[in-house]
């Protein structure tokens, strides 16, 4: 009986011990897993967070969600802060998850989830805000501008966080600006400024100021002003025809380029109105001779003006003789060179397109004067060279047999006497030698 009683208190005693074992084991392996864990987030100001915390192994332990200030937003799913943004997205005994809704930079800061053992156990999950930049804004520009002009057009974006980076293209093709960054509150304010020197050609150009940020990273923002110069007029005479013949058609076309655009053009001969004959038709800016005369000799001047000023072109015409046999083409002017029938401005004639329209004539005439010089230099070069070639020779035989005379007498010669008798002995060697020199 009492070993009977005995032997049952020991497999209870031996049962209650692989009890507790088993019991502890499963404690421990519950507490290993049993911590929050949660993530950084990263919004956009205006979007949607989701706050997510989770735990591994729980054994119905409460969970909460408290924000920056240390305020219980959620204790598990039960809402602790009044503020109808922030929504219970899930409530498990292994996860709690939150939504902060509309989300403003102030909502920016480190959040904690804690989890209610002993002793509570916490994880932190920064929550970052980006804030949107405005849309650029383009100051400093003057419109019109005038030719000459320095200005300075500045861009400005505020509300962006981190700072946001401002790139200035001007039709497309970037440029550099220089960029200051003032931190305003929570965001920053940039400016990207550009100093232009304004001339004709910018006329009509783009000039975009474009925002980079993270947060607009599908559609940058960006600001655009066209550039609207005002310049004095440049003009140009272009003519029908380089060699007018008497008899033949003859336009002259005034090209005046200005903003605003001059229009109409002046046309006048030798200072004073343009004879009235049927020969001469004036239409806009164009100047024609239906048959060419003599009599027509003479300046033909075009003038044009804006509000910014005058300026004009000339064009000395003089008519040669009607072609007698052969075709003007081929036929060389036979008459002296004339006083050059180009066009000749009276403003700066830095556009190329000027020297371009000068006459071909007078550039072959110059050209056939350079092969003329070149070919008598060259021939007098090569009759120069053969002198010298055939002088050098002449020279360098006689200082050869000299030189070979000497050397041979003092190299054998034991004194200054037998030297000269050897030099002299030696004489037809020399004259071979002489021969090798050469
Ligand atoms: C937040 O969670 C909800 C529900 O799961 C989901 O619809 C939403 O897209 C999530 N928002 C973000 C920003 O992850
Ligand atoms: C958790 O609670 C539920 C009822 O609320 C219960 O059925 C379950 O057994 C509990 N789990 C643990 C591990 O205590
Ligand atoms: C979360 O953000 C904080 C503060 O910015 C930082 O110290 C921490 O390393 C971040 N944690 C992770 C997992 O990125
Ligand atoms: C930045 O601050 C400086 C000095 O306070 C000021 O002169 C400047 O105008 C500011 N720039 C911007 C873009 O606000
Ligand atoms: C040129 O004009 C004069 C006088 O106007 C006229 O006599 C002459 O025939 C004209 N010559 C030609 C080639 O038309
Ligand atoms: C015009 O130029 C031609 C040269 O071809 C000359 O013969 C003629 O006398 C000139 N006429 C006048 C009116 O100057």
């Known amino acids: 009986m009492n070993l009977k009683s ?34 950084n987030v990263t919004v956009t100001e205006g979007g949607m967070a989701n706050l997510t915390c989770r735990v591994e192994y729980n054994d119905n332990t409460s969970l909460q969600w408290s924000n920056p200030a240390q305020q219980t937003l959620f204790f598990g799913d039960k809402k602790a802060l009044r503020d109808n943004r922030i929504e219970l997205v899930r409530a498990t005994s292994s996860e709690l998850t939150i939504s902060i809704n509309d989300v403003t930079l102030g909502d920016e800061g480190l959040y904690t989830c804690s989890l209610f053992t002993m002793p509570v156990r916490t994880a932190k999950a920064y929550l970052t805000v980006l804030g949107v930049p405005e849309k650029p804004e383009i100051n400093g ?19 962006s966080k981190p700072a946001a980076d401002l790139r200035w293209f001007r039709n497309e093709k970037e440029v550099k600006g220089a960029k200051e960054v003032n931190a305003s509150g929570k965001t920053f304010t940039v400016r990207s400024s550009l100093q232009l020197h304004v001339d004709r050609n910018d006329d009509g150009v783009a000039y975009t100021c474009r925002v980079d940020h993270v947060a607009l990273a599908q559609a940058p923002q960006q600001a655009t002003e066209v550039l609207e110069v005002h310049y004095a007029p440049r003009v140009e005479i272009i003519k029908s025809t380089t060699v007018p013949q008497e008899g033949q058609y003859l336009k002259l076309e005034c090209f005046s380029r200005g903003n605003p655009s001059p229009d109409p053009v002046m046309w006048t001969k030798d200072g004073g109105d343009l004879p009235d004959l049927d020969r001469i038709i004036v239409q806009g800016r164009e100047l024609a001779f239906t048959s060419l005369n003599k009599t027509d000799n003479g300046t033909y001047r075009c003038e044009a003006s804006n509000h910014l000023g005058t300026s004009s072109a000339e064009y000395v015409l003089y008519v040669y003789d009607a072609p007698t046999t052969l075709p003007p083409s081929t036929t060389p002017p036979l008459h002296p060179i004339p006083p050059d029938p180009t066009v000749q401005l009276s403003t700066h004639a830095s556009d190329p397109t000027v020297t371009g329209s000068r006459d071909p004539n007078a550039l072959g005439q110059h050209g056939t004067d350079h092969a003329l010089i070149g070919g008598v230099v ?11 070639i055939v002088l050098g020779r002449y020279l360098a035989r006689h200082k050869g047999t000299y030189l070979t005379n000497e050397a041979k007498g003092a190299d054998d010669a034991p004194d200054a006497d037998t030297a000269i008798i050897n030099a002299e002995g030696n004489h037809a060697h020399a004259e071979e030698k002489k021969e090798y020199f050469i």
């Not at 049952?8 to 507490?31: D, E, N, P, Q």
């Not at 005038?146 to 505020?158: A, F, K, S, V």
Request: hydrophobic share 45%; charged share 10%; proline share 3%.
């Open 6 to 39: 005995n032997l049952i208190f020991t497999l209870y005693t031996i049962y209650g011990i692989l009890l507790k074992v088993m019991a502890s084991k499963g404690k421990v392996r519950g507490i290993s897993g049993q911590y929050p864990l949660v993530q």
């Open 141 to 159: 520009l003057t419109k019109p501008a005038m030719e000459g002009d320095h200005i300075t057009l500045t861009c400005i974006t505020q509300g």
């Open 378 to 388: 060259a021939v007098v070069v090569f009759v120069t060279l053969c002198l010298i």
